[in-house]
């Protein structure tokens, strides 16, 4: 069950955030800012939609598919983003956060009819975007692609992916239209998750539906690298680039499938995600970082002959690869509503911290040419994150 609830457990905790907030009638504090920039750099925040020329498997009426992407990156070379620049805007639209809601009311749990209310609760929600970047300034960063959890959208993985662009990376955060949530596009429209993206992805029984998901999915990531390739995301410019791909859960085998599948994906890493499609069959010869995992992970990474490394941490559930312990944290609210069977015990800074100091390791031995040692074996600072494996490729 570790791999295939993202979307149902997200709303029961919108609407658990909203029953501590009831519960707690003093508590009249407005908005609550997400905390991003472990790195150096504020970041700039861009959404864009790509016209791919692929027919779309999960709309409801014969259409092309449509995708948003939104950019993170740091903005310019300033390690501090000027006042004026500095805008606190929604943590996600109200679309999303009310499509979370819809579905939620649909499985006829009348207990857990918020009313609404429980979009309200999320929507004191803020990050921080630095408006007055210079998009061109950051055209030569290497490039990252992030990959969500099923049914998921990018946003509950803000917290990472800005993390990232602080340190440099212009990260390329996806949604898979018609499968996530919702997908707001440019002129308001909205794609919500379709009836047959819904049963495709409650088929987790009989593996073809997931299949099929884990298909389009890593398709929809040809179609980003496409728009990169021809120059037609703004601020990067056409040519050849240092890409590699991350997610979580689904996401993470995303990023599998798309590294053994496409050349222009130098490396991936996989956060927590059971391994559907390819890798199931394959070998893989691309550098592979692995965090978290369960023991079916252990035929695969046995089999990998390129670079690897499998890590664990200490105190965390699938979900803390969310952005799930930190607004438990900043909301007072872990181990009330937001149980620790969500967050895990660990603090939230804490796993913040884990995740980009092992996936910066990752991605700037790979995509920067930056020599270390880190991620070969356990560290003496991370006690807190097991050590499985590692090994150099066989090839
Ligand atoms: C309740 O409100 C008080 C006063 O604003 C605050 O200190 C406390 O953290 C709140 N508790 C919860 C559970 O939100
Ligand atoms: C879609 O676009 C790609 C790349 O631009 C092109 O190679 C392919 O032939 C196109 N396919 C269709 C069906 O138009
Ligand atoms: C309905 O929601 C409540 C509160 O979260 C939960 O305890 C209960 O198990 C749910 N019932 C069903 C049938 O899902
Ligand atoms: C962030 O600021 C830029 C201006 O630099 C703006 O174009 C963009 O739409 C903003 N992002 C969001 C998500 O509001
Ligand atoms: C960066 O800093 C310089 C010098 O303080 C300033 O002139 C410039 O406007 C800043 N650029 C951005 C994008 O914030
Ligand atoms: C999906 O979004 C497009 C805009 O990109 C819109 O034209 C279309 O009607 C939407 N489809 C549905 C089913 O909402
Ligand atoms: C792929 O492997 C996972 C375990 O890692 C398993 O749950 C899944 O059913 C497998 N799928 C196929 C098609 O073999």
């Not at 069950?1 to 519960?23: D, G, K, N």
């Not at 969500?342 to 995740?355: A, E, F, M, P």
């Not at 074996?377 to 590692?390: C, E, K, L, S």
Request: proline share 7%; glycine share 8%.
């Amino acid at each position: 069950m570790w791999h295939h609830l993202p979307f149902f457990i997200t709303i029961l905790f919108l609407l658990q955030i909203q029953v501590a907030a009831e519960a707690n009638q003093t508590d009249n504090s407005n908005d609550v800012l997400l905390t991003s920039q472990l790195g150096p750099y504020p970041v700039t925040i861009n959404e864009y939609e790509i016209k791919t020329n692929r027919t779309d498997p999960l709309a409801p009426t014969p259409q092309l598919r449509n995708l948003m992407i939104t950019v993170h990156r740091p903005a310019s070379k300033n390690f501090t983003c000027p006042t004026q620049n500095q805008a606190r805007i929604p943590y996600a639209p109200p679309e999303v956060l009310k499509a979370l809601d819809d579905l939620l009311l649909s499985t006829g749990n009348s207990s857990l009819d918020t009313g609404g209310a429980a979009v309200a609760a999320l929507g004191r929600l803020q990050i921080l975007n630095c408006t007055s970047s210079d998009i061109s300034a950051s055209s030569k960063n290497p490039i990252l692609l992030f990959g969500p959890g099923l049914k998921a959208t990018h946003h509950v993985y803000t917290g990472i992916t800005m993390a990232s662009a602080s340190f440099g990376y212009t990260v390329v955060a996806l949604d898979h239209t018609y499968e996530s949530a919702a997908v707001v596009f440019p002129d308001g429209s909205v794609n919500y998750t379709s009836p047959i993206g819904l049963k495709l992805s409650e088929d987790e029984d009989q593996p073809k539906g997931f299949e099929t998901i884990q298909n389009i999915r890593t398709a929809d990531v040809a179609s980003v690298l496409d728009a990169i390739e021809k120059g037609e995301i703004p601020g990067i410019p056409k040519g050849k680039k240092q890409i590699a791909m991350y997610g979580h859960s689904l996401g993470g085998s995303t990023a599998t499938n798309a590294a053994l599948k496409d050349k222009r994906i130098k490396a991936a890493v996989n956060l927590d995600g059971t391994f559907y499609g390819a890798p199931n069959r394959t070998t893989i010869h691309k550098p592979l970082l692995m965090v978290g995992g369960a023991d079916e992970w252990k035929p695969i990474f046995s089999k990998s002959r390129g670079w690897k490394t499998w890590v664990k941490v200490d105190n965390t559930e699938h979900y803390g690869y969310t952005d799930l312990p930190q607004i438990a944290d900043l909301m007072n609210v872990r181990d009330k509503a937001i149980p620790l069977s969500l967050t895990g015990t660990i603090n939230s800074q804490r796993l913040q911290v884990i995740v980009s100091s092992y996936t910066n390791h990752f991605f700037d031995l790979f995509l920067r040419g930056e020599k270390s040692k880190f991620l070969q074996g356990p560290r003496a600072n991370f006690p807190d994150v097991p050590f499985i494996g590692h090994s150099q490729p066989k090839d």
